[in-house]
């Protein structure tokens, strides 16, 4: 199975900050990656997809980056509304195998 | 609007079985792939199980292979996830997802439900 490794697990930050999530995943992936985001009591939400494409209806704040073993999420400008949890995927093979989270909390 | 609505969760003792039912609306549901995907309380995100459109590619994750079956009713809407020799390790909430594609590879979930929960206890 490919396993998939966030970092940080946690992190705080303040609107208004850039902030980076990164995910790597134990073997080559080309682009076969997602992006969630989680909400507390709620189900996720696809935000990327393919890498880099950016989700329907999902603001242009939030970057997909990377290929093969190395991806990154950038939120260019955080806003109150995104502070949650956020998870990676990768889409190359079953079992599609999830990270294990970043929590993203507010300074 | 996608709805996608789970049923079917509850207490149930190890060792025991269950059926969930997803019941789709807003899409065309035989165009698209299907997938379970669980989260135990407190913890990540875990896929279970995807069907393609039209069945012909199913796959499960190792911990639920030869104890769940995943199945589809394009006729119906609906998503199914039959679930035996429940152990303690499979209590979740369990969320039905819609893929982006019709063909279960690459895996991209767009619509989820709100997940129904399964308590496997004696």
């Known amino acids: 199975d490919i396993q998939m490794t966030q970092s940080p697990s946690s992190l705080s930050a303040s609107v208004g900050d850039r902030v980076t999530i990164t995910c790597r995943a134990s073997?080559?992936?080309?682009?076969?990656f997602n992006w969630y985001q989680q909400k507390p009591g709620k189900a996720p939400k696809l935000l990327i997809y393919?890498?880099?494409s950016l989700q329907s209806g999902v603001p242009s704040r939030f970057i997909g980056s990377g290929s093969g073993t190395d991806f990154t999420l950038t939120i260019s400008s955080l806003q109150p509304e995104d502070f949650a949890t956020y998870y990676c995927?990768?889409?190359?093979?079953?079992?599609?195998?999830f990270g294990q989270g970043t929590n993203l909390e507010i300074k | 609007e996608v709805q996608l609505v789970e049923s079917g969760g509850g207490l149930v003792q190890p060792g025991r079985s269950l059926r969930l039912s997803c019941a789709a609306s807003?899409?065309?549901?035989?165009?698209?792939?299907m997938h379970w995907v669980r989260q135990a309380p407190g913890k990540g995100l875990e896929w279970v199980s995807g069907?393609?459109?039209?069945?012909?590619?199913?796959g499960y994750a190792d911990s639920v292979k030869g104890r769940f079956t995943i199945s589809r009713d394009n006729a119906k809407n609906s998503l199914y996830l039959q679930m035996n020799s429940l152990r303690a390790e499979d209590t979740a909430l369990y969320y039905c997802?819609?893929?982006?594609?019709?063909?279960?590879?690459?895996?991209?979930?767009?619509?989820w439900g709100q997940g129904t929960l399964v308590t496997v206890s004696s």
């Open positions: 997802a819609k893929d982006l594609s019709s063909a279960m590879i690459p895996l991209s979930l767009d619509f």
């Open positions: 807003g899409f065309t549901f035989a165009d698209y792939a």
């Open positions: 069907i393609s459109w039209n069945s012909g590619r199913i």
């Open positions: 073997q080559s992936i080309g682009s076969y």
């Open positions: 393919a890498a880099s």
């Open positions: 995927q990768q889409s190359y093979s079953t079992p599609y195998t």
